[in-house]
């Protein structure tokens, strides 16, 4: 078997690097500055040293075929536009492939729209709900716009890109889950739960945000947020 940072290993048979799965189509697009871009940049840029592919109906693939294949370790779903509803509609056929892929120990990586997919009743892969964050109690942001949200992260106030992002209410039975962030209302922003055999990682605000979205939203630049991400991918892809 071909050994990973720590510890995991590519299947029998597998050689060569571990593949990590991105969703693309008309509403995350493919470029560097957009959500699919952005979260293939930042998955390549980590320890892991993936090889980043993409999926979807501006994919290289289907989702289907993508996650049948022995050496994907990793699917993420990034950023859209529109609701969730709207977004799940464009998915449904997903659904029984990433429930599949999760359930038999692969991971799953949802920012800000992919993290309301996780729910019950889009992709259920998580046990609990994910709610609106800039409309619950308390919340430092009161609108859908981008925004730069003070956020604890394993208990460091830092600043990152926002915009209509989820927090996450695990059931109260749920076990196993890994608590990485936290809103400054003390909501959950950033998660790692089990399912089956495998995690989900999710994360309401976006460490995979470059600079060019703070300075479209005429933000102030915080300095990048590549550690958070690397932090979310690595207790995501823990043994």
């Known amino acids: 078997m071909t050994s990973s940072p720590t510890g995991w290993q590519l299947p029998d048979g597998v050689a060569g690097r571990p593949v990590a799965v991105v969703y693309s189509d008309d509403s995350t697009g493919p470029s560097d500055g957009d959500d699919t871009g952005a979260m293939a940049t930042m998955l390549a840029a980590t320890r892991w040293n993936f090889e980043v592919t993409t999926a979807g109906p501006n994919g290289t693939m289907s989702v289907r075929e ?65 709610d609106e964050y800039y409309s619950s109690k308390g919340a430092s942001v009161t609108t859908d716009d981008p925004a730069l949200i003070p956020i604890l992260w394993r208990g460091t106030r830092r600043e990152m890109y926002f915009q209509d992002g989820g927090f996450m209410v695990p059931k109260r039975k749920a076990t196993g889950i890994d608590v990485l962030a936290r809103y400054t209302n003390g909501s959950i922003a950033a998660l790692v739960a089990p399912y089956g055999d495998g995690r989900v990682g999710l994360c309401g605000p976006h460490p995979e945000a470059p600079p060019a979205w703070y300075r479209d939203a005429d933000l102030d630049y915080p300095g990048p947020t590549q550690d958070l991400g690397e932090d979310l991918v690595d207790t995501l892809m823990a043994d």
């Open 66 to 130: 993508a996650l049948a294949r022995p050496e994907v370790r990793l699917y993420a779903q990034p950023g859209a536009d529109g609701d969730d509803d709207a977004a799940f509609r464009r998915q449904r056929r997903d659904k029984s492939a990433i429930r599949e892929f999760v359930a038999r120990g692969g991971r799953y990586l949802g920012i800000c729209m992919g993290g309301f997919l996780a729910e019950p009743g889009f992709f259920n892969i998580f046990p609990g709900r994910v």
